[in-house]
Structures are given as C-alpha cells and as structure tokens.
C-alpha cells in the first residue's frame, strides 16, 4: 500500500480522464502517478502535468484492490434498494472537491420505478456546481455505473439540469465546514 502523494509505478495501461477537460486519455504501464485524492472508490492522480482522473474497477493499475459492489439481501424492499442507491451516490466524487455529489447538494430527485421483469428502473435529476464543468459528464456517467451496480437495478438514467441553479447554500452544514464555506 502506498501513501497518499507517494509515486506509483502503473502496473498496466489505464483508460484515465484528464481534469477538468473530460477528455480521455491512455496512462502506459510503468508511468509513474501521484494518486492526489482517492475518495468513492475512483482515483484523482496527477500525470505528466496533468490530474487524471481513474475509475475505481481500474484499481489494480494502481496496485490497489477495486471496491466491493454494493449488496443486498434476497428479495429486497423498496426502502433497502433507495438506501443502497442513495449510498452508491455518495460514492460520487467531482475529481477536483473532497465532498461526495449529495453533501455538496447536487442531487434534485432520486425516483425508483418497478418493471413488469421485477427489476427497478432509478431515474435521478441533479446539477453541478458550475454549468461549464468539463467533468459533468463524467461525473452523470459515474452516477448511472455505480446506480447500475445496485442488485436488482436494471437502468439508470441521470438527467443533468441547471434549474434551479446549484448555490453553496444547498450543501449540508458538514460540507460547507469541510469545504470552509460557512
């Protein structure tokens, strides 16, 4: 195991996406990386000049264990599936602040639907902090991956609004103060 800000030697070629521009790029084995923030499972490392940021599933190019799935038991309820899924959604980091997308009150609706198969469909509405964000994006497609992820969940959809528009005041009192913005 490595320190946070130690180097780390890429023990395979990794599909990475640079900050703050959202462009993906291929991180060759042997590059050296400097994992800079490590929250949700996904990693912020800095490359070449540049922050990078690599999916959790990518861990071992780190030398790292990849995130359990989530879990739940057979047959679950309704309240057991939205407490799992509201919880892969504060797996959700932007690569660039240290608080997940529902403390930073980013998340507007979360709504879970059943399908004639059995399977749910989760259908969640939420913004970003700046409407130019290059990472938003990402960001809704980590959202949608560790929502699929949930047993039972056969689709999510993450629609991506500016209306209303996102404020320091719809963080929680616990983001604001982690963040110095009380």
Known sequence: MYGQGDP???QRDVLATL????????????GQVVVTQSLGGSFTVYYAGNLARIAGEDADALGMTPPPRPQLPDDP?????ERVVWDQMRTCYDPE???DIVELGLVYRCEITHR????REVAVTMTLTAPGCGMGDVIADDVRHKIEMVPTVARATVEVTFEPPWSAEMMTEQARLQTGMF
């Open 8 to 10: 780390v030697e890429l």
């Open 19 to 30: 900050v703050p521009l959202g462009d993906k790029v291929v991180l060759p084995e042997g």
């Open 77 to 81: 309820s309704d309240a057991e599936v």
């Open 97 to 99: 602040i240290p608080v």
């Open 116 to 119: 004639e198969d059995g399977q």
